[in-house]
């Protein structure tokens, strides 16, 4: 009995795969990709402008509109103009800095009065010395007629203070010449750049009307003057405000500087007047 039944099991799987659908193996000629070349059309070089990566700031100049070259000039001499000032009040300031303390120096050496005098009304080669200059010589001019008397001393104090307040006022008039011009760039160089981007937008959206198309291709050149002004604009702007904003505190700290000296000079003054008086 039982070997009846494995043999009936044995007989349905063969008639199941007998009757199971055969598959042919696939032509390897049908799935073979086609060999016949296909033709693309290839925009040449011209038509497809300048690549990425060769566009120079001469090349977006020499083929900006007119506009955008005077744009361009502006402001690269904007800039150049308030490089020159930068390093000018750089080297100016370190200058004036190291002859103060060379100043200071010999002042607190124990030198008397008048040996100062001789040695720097020659040599008034910064401020802090026409400063000392300023006050000793109107000092000297009180006793031209002899000791001053009690009452003419408050009129000798203030006339020194003043002499020496005139002096750091015109002296750091002078450091602060053409900090104006740092000022200026740096306020008006982002209009200038703005303009020539407004000003190539337009140049863009003249090209996309004329041509009646929307590419890149059309689009490019005058986007790329828009983005260029704005580029040269903060070039011109960005160094010019940073450094105004330095120079200012810079010259700030050693006005500072010649008022403290100003007002221990005038304290020193003060004290030899008052002691001349009282023999």
Known sequence: MTFSRVWAAFAFVCLLFAAAPSFAAPDPT????PVTPVEVNSVSDSAAGPQVGSISMLQLFWHADLTVKIV???????????WIVIINKWMLLGTLGRRAD????TFWSGLS????YQQFAQ??????????????REWRRAFDAGAPRESMLP???????????????????????QLGLLATVGAVAPFIGLFGTVWGIINA??????????????VAPGMSEALFATAMGLLAAIPAVIFYNKFVNDISRYSARLESFADEFSAILSRQLDEKAAR
């Open 30 to 33: 049908l799935s073979a990709a």
């Open 123 to 136: 040599k008034n080669d910064n401020p802090m010395t026409a400063v000392f200059t300023s006050a000793l």
């Open 155 to 177: 009129g000798v104090k203030e006339r020194i203070e003043k002499a020496m307040n005139v002096t750091i006022l015109r002296e750091t008039i002078g450091i602060e010449k």
């Open 205 to 218: 959206f003249s090209a996309i009307g004329s041509h009646h198309d929307v590419s890149l291709a059309t």
């Open 102 to 105: 060379k100043f200071e120096k």
């Open 72 to 82: 361009f000039v502006v402001l690269v001499l904007a800039s150049l103009w308030s």
């Open 113 to 116: 009065l008048d040996e100062l």
